[in-house]
């Protein structure tokens, strides 16, 4: 099923492409607690982020093509570990997205395998992920890619009251 598929990093020409596609993501997340505040204007303010992503020497968009057609993507960054731990450097993997139509052909797996190899190539020994917790599918894709679940992120709201005020450095709510 992976016929005619390319798996290749984006390049700037690929950038409507890629706001098209990470645009996508976010909207299928529009019940998620994280991703429900979309901006109107996301797509705008997504071609200066992305066209940075897209040219920084620690990081890669991969996209999978077929036929000529941008039908998935999968951001990985070299991101530094803590200076206590080891690893001293993990591939921070996001935005990962296929289109509907193209799911379960094996673009998702050969983005992965891309990602692997550019870890391989960077000396690069760990990956590690995000997902949302309500997207049930999406954890059961990666479990069966290996990742395992190490850590929680957890949300509050905290309600402003009023006018925001600074407070000095070392006095956090001292009066």
Same mark, same amino acid.
């Given at each position: 099923?992976?016929?005619?598929?390319?798996?290749?990093?984006?390049?700037?020409?690929?950038?409507?492409?890629?706001?098209?596609?990470?645009?996508?993501?976010?909207?299928?997340?529009?019940?998620?607690?994280?991703?429900?505040?979309?901006?109107?204007?996301?797509?705008?303010?997504?071609?200066?982020?992305?066209?940075?992503?897209?040219?920084?020497?620690?990081?890669?968009?991969?996209?999978?093509?077929?036929?000529?057609?941008?039908?998935?993507?999968?951001?990985?960054?070299?991101?530094?570990?803590?200076?206590?731990?080891?690893?001293?450097?993990?591939?921070?993997?996001?935005?990962?997205? %296929? !289109?509907?139509?193209? @799911? +379960? /052909?094996? $673009?998702?797996? #050969?983005?992965?395998?891309?990602?692997?190899?550019?870890?391989?190539?960077?000396?690069?020994?760990?990956?590690?992920?995000?997902?949302?917790?309500?997207?049930?599918?999406?954890?059961?894709?990666?479990?069966?890619?290996?990742?395992? %679940? !190490?850590?929680?992120? @957890? +949300? /509050?709201? $905290?309600?402003? #009251?009023?006018?925001?005020?600074?407070?000095?450095?070392?006095?956090?709510?001292?009066?």
């Amino acid at each position: 099923m992976t016929g005619n598929l390319v798996v290749r990093p984006a390049r700037l020409d690929d950038l409507d492409d890629v706001v098209a596609l990470r645009i996508a993501l976010l909207r299928e997340y529009r019940d998620h607690p994280l991703y429900a505040g979309l901006r109107d204007d996301a797509p705008v303010r997504a071609h200066d982020l992305f066209r940075a992503q897209i040219t920084s020497p620690a990081e890669t968009i991969f996209v999978a093509e077929r036929l000529g057609r941008i039908i998935g993507l999968l951001r990985c960054v070299d991101a530094p570990g803590s200076p206590l731990l080891h690893p001293d450097r993990y591939c921070y993997v996001s935005s990962a997205y %296929v !289109v509907p139509s193209e @799911r +379960r /052909r094996g $673009v998702l797996r #050969a983005l992965l395998e891309a990602a692997e190899h550019w870890c391989t190539d960077r000396g690069i020994t760990e990956m590690r992920l995000h997902n949302s917790a309500s997207a049930e599918t999406a954890a059961a894709v990666w479990a069966a890619f290996g990742f395992e %679940v !190490v850590e929680e992120v @957890r +949300r /509050r709201v $905290v309600a402003a #009251a009023g006018p925001v005020t600074q407070h000095p450095a070392g006095h956090a709510g001292a009066r």
